[in-house]
């Protein structure tokens, strides 16, 4: 069964640096692409961004580029979002999600992971 | 502010049969495909239909969808209390190069 395993809570200040990852099991770790998805309290779902875990190419949607990078560590089968100065605004729950048909159109996302709430509070 | 448009409310009782529709604005929907997608507090979003109208394996058949050049809809026959929550719609965007999604229809069994 394919599991996608998250850290649950993490809580920083802002400006501090912050890296969440998400473990994949029960698949060939490089054959999906893998995604982030997230959702502020309250709002709806945003595309991070995904990436290729096989070269590690990553395509990043229009809001999220230059703020976060998105790496893959296929020694571990583990992907990692992160931030080198948090905002307020980035208080949300991320979520991995692997992506089955990668970029473009016939690609959807299955399954997703429990997710990450992240807290950025002075 | 989302690219996919989507009624922010839905409502049935028990039995009824609801639509959710997904849709671009003043513009076509356009080619690619629509999957869909429920969440509830408290668990992980789950995928209901890819490729705008497949079901993947779990998923009651009273989920279906479907797609024309104008909008997605996103139909549940046989509603039930469990079918509470939040349902989004999700594409490709050609242009942005990226994922997007719908702004999500909250549905409520009454």
């Known amino acids: 069964e394919v599991h996608l395993v998250q850290s649950e809570v993490e809580v920083k200040k802002p400006g501090e640096s912050l890296k969440i990852s998400c473990k994949a099991s029960g698949y060939s770790f490089t054959t999906f692409w893998i995604g982030w998805v997230r959702q502020i309290p309250g709002k709806g779902l945003e595309s991070v961004g995904i990436?290729?875990?096989?070269?590690?190419?990553?395509t990043y949607s229009p809001s999220f580029r230059g703020r976060v990078t998105i790496s893959v560590d296929k020694s571990i089968n583990t992907t990692s979002l992160q931030w080198s100065s948090l905002r307020t605004s980035d208080t949300a729950t991320y979520y991995c999600?692997?992506?089955?048909?990668?970029?473009?159109?016939?690609?959807?996302?299955?399954?997703w992971g429990q997710g990450t709430l992240v807290i950025v509070s002075s | 502010q989302s690219v996919l448009t989507q009624s922010p409310s839905a409502s049935g009782t028990p039995g009824q049969r609801v639509t959710i529709s997904c849709s671009r604005g003043n513009s076509d929907i356009g080619s690619n495909t629509i999957n869909w997608y429920r969440l509830v507090p408290g668990a992980a979003p789950k995928l209901l239909i890819y490729n705008n109208d497949q079901r993947p394996s779990g998923v009651p058949d009273r989920f279906s969808g479907s797609k024309s050049t104008a909008s997605a809809s996103l139909a549940i026959s046989g509603l039930q209390s469990d079918d509470e929550g939040d349902y989004y719609c999700e594409a490709w965007d050609d242009s942005l190069n990226s994922v997007i999604f719908g702004g999500g229809t909250k549905l409520t069994v009454v």
């Open positions: 990436v290729d875990p096989g070269d590690s190419y990553t």
């Open positions: 999600v692997r992506r089955p048909g990668g970029v473009g159109t016939y690609a959807w996302f299955d399954p």
